[in-house]
């Protein structure tokens, strides 16, 4: 084996069916193959699921982001765990470019689940020795984990794209007080300043947006609206029709994970000055599926990159949410 590089043999990579390209992107990367996955469903639906190499005394990667359709990810996640552990895998990874359930991150009403602790739990037991993922939704996710756990950021990725462009009359918007230092962080890497908007949130699909007092915007004629992950979009539409009432022609919105379910596509790409959607394939986003406002930008080289360091013992710190930009 070359100094720096992953061994081939010394390591084995999968895919569940959540987003094989990204996982075959990641393996690219690395040099090594992106190994067979057979995923079957039985006459009553339970899923049966076989790896198609051998990973005795090996160690064990397996890609899949809790995209939708999430509890059937889920469970093949937890499965092909399961599976390396009891085939004798050295060490047994889960790499979760989405990590969908950190939205569930603490108790604000009776009678519910924490569920992101629950999953965390559950990946313990189904045989993960160690986790990554990027971007989770609240800070506090990765203090559930009781194994080694990576949060990695999108970041740089974000910065390099937008370090291209012509920002001037340009300022970040942060679309509530929870994704305010994040968007911070990333204002700063590109030379722009920030503001915060405040969110009431009324439901799953409604929301409020005030905060943002016209001083702010003082000087800018575009936006980028940065967040973690867009849904269903409501608080994306309320930001964009608060900043267009503020005199804010252009906007651009920009998040890592875009999950756009309920025509939340459809509905930004609607508002009139919105001109650009950039988001990562953490999720994967069908082609029939995309617009010509959308701009998808790959995180593989990141969750490449931290594999490569982890493997080689080496620090992987500038890649963390709260780290610096990957070097170039």
């Known amino acids: 084996m070359e100094s720096g590089t992953i061994d081939p043999g010394d390591v084995r990579f999968f895919s569940g069916n959540a987003n094989p390209q990204l996982a075959k992107d990641i393996a690219g990367y690395l040099g ?3 190994e067979e996955t057979a995923i079957t469903r039985f006459s009553n639906d339970n899923l049966r699921i076989q790896l198609g190499a051998s990973v005795r005394s090996r160690k064990v990667f397996i890609v899949q982001p809790l995209s939708p359709p999430v509890n059937d990810h889920l469970v093949e996640l937890l499965m092909m765990l399961d599976i390396a552990r009891a085939a004798s895998a050295r060490e047994v990874q889960a790499i979760i470019p989405y990590f ?3 939205r569930s991150d603490k108790k604000d009403a009776p009678r519910i689940s924490i569920t992101a602790r629950l999953v965390a739990d559950l ?7 160690q986790v990554m993922t990027m971007m989770l939704h609240s800070p506090q996710v990765h203090g559930f984990f ?5 949060p990695l950021s999108s970041r740089p990725v974000l910065q390099h794209y937008f370090q291209q462009r012509d920002l001037s009359q340009t300022i970040v918007v942060a679309p509530d007080r929870g994704i305010a230092e994040s968007a911070f962080r990333f204002a700063e890497g590109i030379g722009l300043q920030s503001v915060t908007a405040h ?3 009324i439901s799953d699909t409604e929301v409020k947006v005030g905060g943002i007092i016209p001083q702010q915007l003082e ?5 980028i ?5 867009i849904a269903t979009g409501g608080t994306i539409r309320e930001v964009s029709h608060l900043l267009a009432k503020e005199g804010i022609e252009d906007i651009c919105v920009v998040c890592t994970h875009g999950v756009f379910v309920r025509n939340a596509m459809e509905k930004l790409v609607a508002v009139p000055q919105i001109s650009e959607i950039v988001t990562t394939d953490t999720v994967c986003i069908p082609p029939e599926k995309r617009h010509k406002k959308l701009t998808i930008l790959s995180v593989a080289r990141i969750f490449g990159e931290a594999i490569r360091r982890n493997y080689l013992r080496q620090s992987i710190g500038s890649l963390f949410v709260f780290g610096n930009d990957i070097e170039e």
Request: hydrophobic residues 40%.
């Open 32 to 34: 090594v193959p992106l």
């Open 100 to 102: 969908s359930f950190a």
């Open 123 to 129: 990946l313990k037991a189904s045989g993960a020795t």
């Open 146 to 150: 009781s194994m080694p756990a990576d």
């Open 199 to 201: 969110k009431v949130r």
């Open 219 to 223: 000087g800018s004629k575009r936006a």
């Open 225 to 229: 609206i940065y967040d973690d992950e």
